[in-house]
């Protein structure tokens, strides 16, 4: 593609030697012809009209070369888009709560679309300023070497000075980006916050914080522009003394005779175009750092991902604690589930490869943790530590502690949203870095605290799963849902838009189109929950208790809650409490034991909060 540019830079600069000589040769024949006595217009013709095609040829050549970057620009941030969601999911919530959510969004949307534009535009432009300088360098000294001289000695002083000034751009403009992703982090955080903060008469404190980050991202602003200015105003300085060099040397020359009219105004016609090139890359240049500062952040996030496999295997740094003792194991359904200890990994070696696909789970399928733990950052503290767990087969767990045990942390884990940050995962006894694989996830229905609704048809939200659906099993989950009560409220029925830029939902009604889709697509047979009924009060959740229940026959069921009636249906239990499995087993036994798990309930049954 750059040769292909390069190619392109170099047609355009002969076009404009081919501009300047055939528009040259024209103004002389009519100055020679007047000066003897009759301008004949009609020998100057073919220049004009040579000139005419010239001029119209660069032109068209121009055209096609920006359909072409239009092209290519599109199909390359195709592509970056493609390996950032790619990085995105495999990261998971941790990766996004760590460059924040703001910034996470803007790279996804605007960042992406300004390193296209940085693409489209920079290419060229270095492609210009490699080979129209050189060429028309050529030309100068063809025609007039001392015009050729005076260029050549002032382009060396522009590079320079825009390279000085570059490096100075290029800081300010880093620091403009960082502003802007702290000011794109808490926007969204105090969006999102706002209805709490609101609750609690503190959204006026938030005034004087909004006020100091934006003007934050006005003063970088500012300071990036004063320097695309004045800087703009030097070159432009620059090169009208290189233009008035070459004409006033010119003017003298053309006094004493030394030179003719044909190159003087040849020359006159190229040194313009000869620093054009470098006023253009220079204005394009700090009219794409945006798209320089986005490229790289986007290339730091995908490069973080590629290493996401090795960091997910990495074993504790030295001085870390060593490995628990903390582990539990969960029998087929219908088998007695068994606490177990000591490491799940010396129990069933795993093969030194992870395995080219994770079978469908079943009765013989096999799921451990071998001392996981996790992190979201280098200095944060452990949401995890030493857990060690064994599932088998179709089975009910039930994952229940306070709130910041680390029990969404697991269940993420486990539903291939995040990859441990220490220890091993694996399925069927080989070694996984992470569930993050189409073949895992595709077995999983995840169904978070705050399921996120699409801005489509409500028919379509239910459908996400399964969109090949007949209006009939749509409706069909609908009614096991509770939805149906809502569907007779809207104006449209099921093909009424909801979500973002429709008719919104409230967190309760927002869970009940996560159980939908999971009623609808009962093909997978992993169900991961996350708190799924926390907006629902207790009666709703018990009414739709009788109904969860049928669907959670013959899979692997993850159920992170606080509300210990459901442990009644668990077959096994882990109690987490400061991110390690602290109690394991059967639910009746445990709370029959005075432990973990009858200190929560008798907890909650007070009016303790989880």
């Known amino acids: 593609m750059f040769a292909l540019l390069l190619a392109f830079a170099v047609l355009d600069a002969l076009l404009i030697v081919a501009q300047a000589a055939l528009l040259s040769s024209a103004a002389v024949g009519l100055w020679e012809g007047a000066r003897a006595g009759g301008a004949d217009v009609a020998a100057a013709l073919p220049s004009v009209l040579a000139f005419a095609c010239a001029f119209f040829l660069r032109h068209v050549a121009d055209m096609a070369r920006s359909r072409m970057m239009d092209g290519f620009s599109r199909s390359r941030a195709a592509e970056l888009r493609s390996d950032l969601l790619s990085a995105v999911y495999s990261q998971g919530v941790a990766g996004v709560q760590a460059r924040g959510s703001g910034a996470a969004v803007d790279e996804l949307i605007g960042g992406v679309d300004n390193v296209r534009t940085y693409v489209g535009i920079i290419l060229p432009k270095v492609a210009d300023l490699m080979a129209v300088p050189l060429v028309l360098t050529v030309a100068l000294f063809a025609v007039d070497w001392v015009s050729g001289i005076i260029a050549l000695v002032i382009l060396p002083c522009i590079i320079g000075y825009m390279q000085l000034l570059g490096a100075h751009a290029k800081a300010q403009a880093q620091a403009q980006y960082a502003e802007y992703n702290r000011l794109a982090n808490h926007f969204m955080d105090t969006l999102r916050g706002l209805p709490v903060l609101k609750a609690f008469g503190r959204s006026g404190s938030y005034v004087k914080q909004v006020f100091a980050v934006s003007e934050g991202f006005r003063q970088a602003t500012v300071k990036t522009l004063r320097t695309a200015t004045l800087s703009s105003l030097v070159l432009d300085l620059f090169r009208t003394f290189a233009l008035a060099a070459v004409a006033i040397m010119l003017g003298f020359r053309l006094l004493n005779g030394t030179v003719g009219l044909f190159p003087a105004l040849a020359v006159l016609i190229m040194v313009p175009e000869y620093f054009a090139a470098v006023r253009r890359y220079s204005t394009d240049f700090h009219a794409s750092l945006d798209g320089r500062n986005s490229l790289a952040a986007i290339q730091a996030v995908i490069g973080a991902s590629d290493d996401a496999g090795a960091s997910a295997s990495a074993t504790p740094a030295e001085g870390e604690p060593a490995a628990g003792t903390d582990a539990a194991s969960a029998a087929p359904q219908g088998a007695e589930p068994v606490a177990a200890a000591g490491s799940v990994a010396a129990a069933n070696p795993a093969d030194d490869d992870e395995p080219a696909v994770i079978a469908p789970w079943c009765a013989d399928s096999v799921l451990e943790l071998a001392d996981v733990g996790f992190r979201y950052d280098q200095a944060a503290p452990w949401a995890l530590r030493d857990v060690s767990v064994r599932i088998q087969g179709p089975c009910k ?36 870095s992470t569930l993050a694989r189409p073949d895992w996830l595709r077995q999983v229905t995840y169904i978070p605290q705050d399921p996120h609704v699409f801005s489509a048809s409500l028919r379509d939200n239910v459908a996400f799963y399964v969109p090949d659906a007949t209006i009939a099993q749509v409706q069909q989950a609908v009614e096991l849902a509770g939805l149906s009560p809502l569907v007779a409220q809207l104006p449209q029925g099921l ?115 989880p």
């Open 397 to 432: 767990v039930g994952v229940v502690g306070v709130s910041g045990s680390g029990k969404s942390t697991l269940v993420r884990i486990l539903a291939g949203f995040s990859a441990p940050t220490q220890g091993v995962l694996q399925a069927d006894g080989h070694a996984v």
């Open 495 to 609: 093909d009424t838009l909801i979500g973002a830029g429709g008719r919104p939902l409230s967190g309760g009604q927002a869970q009940r189109v996560a159980l939908a889709r999971a009623f609808l697509d009962q093909g997978r047979k992993v169900l991961v929950f996350d708190e799924p009924t926390a907006h629902l009060d207790i009666q709703t959740e018990l009414a739709l208790k009788e109904r969860m229940l049928p669907l959670m026959e013959g899979k692997l069921v993850l159920f992170a809650t606080h509300r210990l009636h459901w442990l009644q249906q668990m077959d096994l239990v882990l109690v987490l409490q400061d991110g390690r499995v602290v109690e394991s087993g059967r639910p009746r036994d445990l709370l029959a034991s005075g432990g973990a798990l009858s200190r929560l309930a008798s907890q909650l049954q007070g009016g303790g909060r």
